[in-house]
C-alpha cells in the first residue's frame, strides 16, 4: 500500500471534512467568509486531518461525524496559525507573496485567524468532551509561545540546536501530535494506545517540519510554492543554516551574508553554500531519526491495517518533495 | 449604595480574579510573560469581571472559585482583543500610542492576543461545562466580524446608524452580555434568570460603548488616557461623528475635513464640529436609551441586593467619565 492508496481510502471521509471546514467559515462578513474560502480552495495536504482519521481508528467507536469534525478543528486551527503568519512586522519581514495578508491587510488577516481560531473551538465543543479543550487550549498556548521564540532568534546563525527543536516542536509537531492523540480520543482508544499516538504524532511532525525545512533549501519554487531560501530571506534561521554555518568552509561566508539587509544576490549565494556544505543530507538524517522513533512506537500497537496506514503516511511524510 | 461601595464589597473576588490572570499569563517565553504581565499592570476597570461576579448570584451556587474562572477567562478574551485591536495596518491606521504593538510590534502584539485567547479557553475549560465554550466562541466569531466591518467602514461618514450599532453590539456589547450570563450560568441560575442576564449584559454593554464613544471627542487626554478625537483619527466612525455628518450645520464641514489624509488642525477642528453640532447630547440621549432598557431587564426579577448592585453598576457606566 502507498500513500496514495491511503488517501484514496479516506477520500470520502476528507470531502466530509472539508465540507464541515466549508460550513464553519460561512459569515456574513464577506470578507471573513471570502478570505476564509480562499484557505480552504488553496487546498493542502490536509495531513493534520488524516492522521486524526487513521489514529480515532485505535479506537471502536465507528461513529464518523464526530472524528470529522475533531479532524476539521484542527484544520481549522492549522489554518488559522497560517493565516496569523502571515501577517507581517515592516521590522522583522519584508516581502510577502499573495496571501490574505497581502490582499486584506495584517489586520483582517489577523481577525480571519482569529475567526478561524473561534470557529475551531466552537466546532470542538460539539463533541461533549473537556478534555479536547484541554488538549488543544494547551497545545495553542504552547504554538503561539513557539512563533514568538521564531521572531526572538530571527537571523541568528550562532543560536544552539535545542533551540531550532524547540521551534519546530511548537510550530508543527505539537499540532500533529494533537490530530493523532485527540483523533484516538475520539475513537474511543485505550489510554496506551492515547498515549502511543501523542508520541508518534509528535516524532512524526518533528520529522515533517524538518523535512519542510530542506524543501526550501533544496525545491524548486514551482514545487513547494514559494521562492527557495524563503526562511533565511525572512530571518527564519533552520536546520540546514544552522549547520553550514558551524562548517569549516562555509560558515564565516554565511554569517557574513545572512542579515535583515541580505540582498537577493546574497540569498542565492547563502542558499549555494547551504547545499554545497551538506546540511541537507545532514537534515535528512535528522528527520530519519524523528521518523525512525515514530516508527518504534507504531510497533507497540497491535497489527492492523490502521498502523500499516499510519506507517505509510509517515514514511511518505518523509520522503515528499512538497 | 454607590459604585465605589459595590466595588469594595467584591473587592476581594477582584483581587482573587487578577491573581488567576496572573497565574494564566505566565510563561516560560520572557517577552509573552512581559506583555502579559503590562496588561496586568495596566488595570482597567474590570468591569466584565465585576458583571460576571454579580450576576453568578443569581443563582444558589455559593462555590466561588469556578466564578472568579469564569470571571477572569472573559477578562483575558477581552485582554487580547485589546492587544488585537492594537496591531496596525500602515494603510489604515497612522499611529499608535505606547501598547503591547509599539513596544513589542506587530506580530508579538499578535500572539500575545493568541496566547490570551488560548489561556483563556484553557481556563473555561477547568469549568467542566461545554456550555460556557458555546457562547464564549459563539461571541467571539462574532466579535472578530465586527472587527472586521469596523475596518472596512473607516472614514464612511455615510453610512448608515445601524451599521454603527452593530459594530458596538459585536465589539462591546457581545462580550459584557457574555460576562452576565456565563456568571449566571456558572452561578447555577435558572433559565430565565439567565436570559435575563444576557439582555441586561447586552443593553448596559450598548449603552457603555455610546459613552466610550462620547468620552473620546468630550474627555480630556488625560482623563481618557488617549488623546482626543482618537477614533476619529484613526478613522473609526462612531455615533457623535454620524449625527454630527447629517447636521445642514457642521456636516458639509465635517465631511471634508475627515479623511485618511486628515492632519491635526483638520481632526481638531472636526472635534470642535461634532461638539458644538449637539451630537454628544444626543449621544447621550440613545446611551440613556439602553440603560433605561437594561434596568427594565432588571425590574423582572427578583428584589434582591444582588439587583440593586447590578442597577447601581449600570448606571455608573452610563455616567462615567473615563
Redesign the interface.
Known amino acids: 500500500m502507498d500513500f496514495r492508496q491511503v488517501y484514496e481510502q479516506y477520500q470520502h471521509d476528507l470531502q466530509e471534512i472539508d465540507n464541515i471546514l466549508g460550513t464553519s467559515m460561512e459569515?456574513?462578513?464577506a470578507?471573513?467568509a471570502g478570505s476564509s474560502r480562499q484557505l480552504l480552495a488553496a487546498g493542502g495536504k490536509r495531513i493534520r486531518p488524516l492522521f486524526a482519521l487513521l489514529c480515532s481508528e485505535l479506537g471502536k467507536m465507528s461513529e464518523k461525524q464526530s472524528v470529522h469534525r475533531l479532524a476539521a478543528s484542527v484544520e481549522l486551527v492549522h489554518m488559522a496559525s497560517l493565516v496569523?503568519d502571515d501577517?507581517?512586522?515592516?521590522?522583522?519581514?519584508r516581502r510577502g507573496h499573495p496571501t490574505v495578508r497581502a490582499q486584506y491587510?495584517?489586520?483582517?488577516a489577523?481577525?480571519?485567524?482569529?475567526?478561524l481560531?473561534?470557529?475551531a473551538?466552537?466546532l470542538?465543543?460539539s463533541l461533549?468532551n473537556?478534555s479536547l479543550?484541554?488538549e488543544?487550549?494547551?497545545a495553542?498556548?504552547r504554538?503561539?509561545?513557539g512563533?514568538?521564540?521564531q521572531?526572538?532568534d530571527f537571523y541568528d546563525l550562532g543560536q544552539p540546536l535545542k533551540k531550532y527543536l524547540r521551534r519546530i516542536e511548537r510550530k508543527t509537531a505539537l499540532l500533529i501530535s494533537v490530530s493523532c492523540s485527540l483523533g484516538a480520543v475520539v475513537g474511543g482508544a485505550p489510554a496506551a494506545a492515547v498515549k502511543a499516538a501523542r508520541r508518534f504524532g509528535y516524532f512524526t511532525g518533528m520529522a515533517f517540519q524538518v523535512i519542510d525545512d530542506i524543501l526550501d533549501f533544496s525545491g524548486t519554487e514551482s514545487l513547494v510554492g514559494k521562492p527557495v531560501g524563503n526562511d533565511l530571506w525572512q530571518g527564519n534561521i533552520t536546520y540546514p543554516a544552522l549547520y553550514t554555518a558551524q562548517c569549516t568552509a562555509q560558515g564565516a561566508q554565511l554569517r557574513n551574508l545572512v542579515s535583515p539587509t541580505m540582498t537577493r544576490d546574497d540569498l542565492n549565494a547563502a542558499v549555494a553554500l547551504v547545499r554545497e556544505s551538506g546540511a541537507l543530507e545532514q537534515a535528512n538524517q535528522l528527520a530519519s531519526r524523528y521518523l525512525d522513533k515514530a516508527l518504534v512506537i507504531l510497533r507497540g500497537l497491535d497489527e492492523s491495517s490502521t498502523r500499516r496506514s499510519l506507517e505509510v503516511v509517515a514514511r511518505f511524510v518523509n520522503q515528499r518533495m512538497f
Do not use: C, K, Q, W
Not at 491587510?105 to 483582517?108: E, F, K, Q, Y
Not at 489577523?110 to 475567526?115: A, K, L, N, Q
Open positions: 459569515s456574513e462578513n470578507l471573513l496569523h501577517v507581517i512586522d515592516d521590522a522583522t519581514v491587510g495584517n489586520r483582517p489577523m481577525y480571519t485567524g482569529d475567526f481560531f473561534a470557529r473551538i466552537r470542538l465543543s461533549s473537556m479543550h484541554v488543544m487550549s494547551n495553542i498556548v504554538m503561539t509561545e512563533e514568538i521564540d521572531i526572538r
